[in-house]
């Protein structure tokens, strides 16, 4: 792809892992070799830490591709394998959750009370009509009833379709009807920044348009007011009196355990649809193998919210089945104060940190004597999801979190990979800043070009997987035609060229001179100028590594002479001065440095300097809008940014050329 570029931005930085830690790692090197000898076998070994009620008869059904079977014939209980056997263990009064409210008050839930909680809304589901097949849609906030209801669901063999807590009434209504949902289990509301934000008025909203809805089911956060109607019942007055006992029954490996909507950049959402034993397999292999999980003594704490993937992977799924004991927050990072994170790390003496670059590039801004002023002696393991880290911030994480000492573990995977697919392994990998580095055991990730061939270290291109893995996604809900055209038709056997299927992820990628992966964005988001392709994240990259910029979001604009023109938005770093005459300094210095970094021809023709970047609820840039900006075009679909205030910001500084 940026081959222009792919020879110019070079990182020769790395770091070995600590001794301590690689002597005592869960995953050691062999078992790449191990996976490789026979894929199969090791992920039928790695089945095997879950507890099966039924052994499966084949490990991989593959002859009707590309849709997977996995342990066919195998039978288990997701809910029973995140919380049951725990408790049967012996870990009854083990802490599965520390649950720190935005506002500051708290809750210990210990692995019995969660079983108890999960049985008793179990019962409930029963009660209102729902099992086996059911879909159930979640619009909750970050509560341990989030966890709660999905635990249930699971259960009961119920498909659960989580939505992220304050989404649009169309954004929740779309996503009910696409999955004929039965139930919505949500709240009077939430608390973010520091006042509580209603849910159930737009619950009330998207209901009266969704006949198939039977009930709600509402838990009671923040004691507001709210409207009633004959469907609602209080999770008070229903879940809290049900029986305590409920006995888990045996599903099929493949019976659908949920769906999640992903956006994509055009069209209705994509119904993600994950089933059960595969799915589990693997989060629940790879919790254990990339933050190499010591369930006895590890405080793990994933920063994403339930509404995310990463939240049903790495807070409920991964993390329960595994017996960790886990923080979960409410609220947003600067609530009350931007250390709360810091606050919450040090508190709970939190030992591995799962978060995300958006969220590491926001406290590059704040400043480095935020988290300076707090014990992060407990850390031992730092995590990265949901866009490329830059390698600045990378190096930032490292330097002022980490304190040097720590891995970092920068994890590629999607909503569609269900678990992680490209990671180093804490005790095994020497880590470049800004690289994922490489494909986990088990897993055959390529950088191929566009006619499929794997492309040499020092190439660029598109990021596939060439095998089927255990927690891929089925199907897309409902559209298995889509499903093929989205994912498969690009490459291989689905695009009619060779008898290989092979999955295009829509990443663009490249190898290294040591065969390294790095990350390169979406290959939607790459700009063409003057016929060069160039990533929007080597750009941004190079912006991030001048001392000024804490964040930036790059985006290929139409221009006259060159087809596309780079136009940048950046946000300082907090201690730079912008006005007057040194914001335009610092313009012709960031222009210059990225010409000097990359090339001249990934000067940007234009820097914006924005006080923030429009984003998704699970932070990532949504640099659709700002090329709307950018072209001067009215805004597309802004259903999924998290503030819509940003984007006025944005549009006024550049309409008046600030
Ligand atoms: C887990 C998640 C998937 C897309 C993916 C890619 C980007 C995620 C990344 C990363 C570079 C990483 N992405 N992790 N890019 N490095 N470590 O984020 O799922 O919300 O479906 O997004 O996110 O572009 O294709 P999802």
Known sequence: ????????????RQFPPPEALAAAANVKAEAYEEAAADRLAFWARQAERLTWSKSWDQVLDWSNPPFAKWFVGGELNVAYNCVDRHVEAGHGDKVAIHWEGEPGDTRTITYAE??????????????????????????????PEAAVAMLACARVGATHSVVFGGFSVSALSTRIQDADAKLVITADGGYRRGKPSALKPTVDEAVAQCPSIENVLVVRRTGQDVAWTDKDKWWHETVEQASPEHKAQPFDAEHPLFILYTSGTTGKPKGILHTTGGYLTQVSYTHNAVFDLKPET????????????????YIVYGPLS?????????????????????QIVDKYKVSILYTAPTLIRTMMKWGDDIPAGYDLSSLRVLGSVGEPINPEAWMWYRENIGR??????????????????????????????????????????????????????????????????????RTIWGDDKRFIDTYWSRFGAGAGTGDEWIYFAGDGAKKDEDGALWLLGRVDDVML??????????????????????ESAVVGATDPTTGQAIVAFVIPRGNVDTEGDAGEQLNVELRNHVAKTLGPI?????????????????????????????????????????????????????????
């Not at 792809?1 to 020769?12: G, I, K």
């Not at 886990?326 to 994170?341: I, K, L």
């Not at 984003?615 to 819509?644: F, P």
């Open 1 to 12: 792809m940026s081959e222009t570029l792919a020879n110019l931005s070079s990182e020769s």
């Open 114 to 143: 969660l079983l108890k909680l999960v049985s008793q809304a179990a019962n409930t589901l029963t009660d209102l009509g729902v099992g086996a097949g059911d879909r159930v849609a979640i619009y909750l906030p970050m509560i």
């Open 298 to 313: 590890d405080v793990y704490w994933c920063t994403a919210d339930i509404g995310w993937v990463t939240g049903h992977s």
């Open 322 to 342: 595994n017996g960790a004991t886990q923080v979960m927050y409410e609220g947003t990072p600067d609530t009350p104060g931007r250390d709360r994170f810091w």
């Open 404 to 473: 040097n000492r720590t891995p970092i573990v920068d994890t590629w995977w999607q909503t569609e990979t269900g678990g992680v697919m490209i990671s180093p392994l804490p005790g095994v990998t020497a880590t470049k800043p800004g690289s994922a580095m490489t494909a986990l055991p088990g897993i055959t990730a390529d950088v191929v070009d566009d006619q499929a061939q794997s492309v040499p270290n020092g190439g660029g291109g598109f990021l596939v997987l060439r095998d089927p893995w255990p927690s891929m996604l």
């Open 529 to 550: 100028v003057s016929g060069h392709n160039i990533s929007t994240t080597e750009v941004e990259s190079a912006l991030v590594s001048h001392p000024s910029v804490a």
């Open 602 to 658: 990934a000067k940007p023709r234009q820097i914006m300097l924005v006080p923030e970047l429009p984003k998704t609820r699970s932070g990532k840039i949504m640099r659709r809008l700002l090329k709307d900006v950018a072209e001067n075009r009215s805004l597309g679909d802004v259903t999924t940014l998290q503030d819509s205030a940003v984007m006025d910001l944005i549009s006024k500084g550049m309409n008046t050329g600030k």
